[in-house]
Nanobody
Framework: QVQLVESEGGSVETGGSLRLSCAAS????????MGWFRQAAGKEREFVCD????????YCADSVKGRFTISKDNANNMVYLQMNSLKTEDTAVYYC????????????WGQGTQVTVSS
């Protein structure tokens, strides 16, 4: 199993920036993909961005493309989400998650961190 701990989120005004981090521990050798998801109040959890642990290929949802960037630090088992030009609709609890080799789905999740964007 891989354990994940997100950094503290925060509150910013519209147009501001925040950087989230997620530290992985445990079976980190088994990580294939790390991703960020978010869940706004009253809505289902949605995909934000992911990154392949090996070659660093990234993919982000259309709603955040051009504003959010996912990156990683393999040596320290960290993944980051740089969020720029934040909008009120980005307000949500953000989760990092892991796909392990041979599993094929996200099966380890962090505890979540609140991001609030106010106008």
């Amino acid at each position: 199993q891989v354990q994940l701990v997100e950094s503290e989120g925060g509150s910013v005004e519209t147009g501001g920036s925040l950087r989230l981090s997620c530290a992985a521990s445990g079976r980190t050798f088994s990580i294939y993909t790390m991703g960020w998801f978010r869940q706004a109040a009253g809505k289902e959890r949605e995909f934000v961005c992911d990154i392949k642990w090996g070659d660093g290929t990234t993919y982000c949802a259309d709603s955040v493309k051009g504003r959010f960037t996912i990156s990683k630090d393999n040596a320290n088992n960290m993944v980051y989400l740089q969020m720029n030009s934040l909008k009120t609709e980005d307000t949500a609890v953000y989760y990092c998650a892991v796909v392990q080799r041979g599993i094929g789905r996200y099966d380890s999740w962090g505890q979540g961190t609140q991001v609030t964007v106010s106008s």
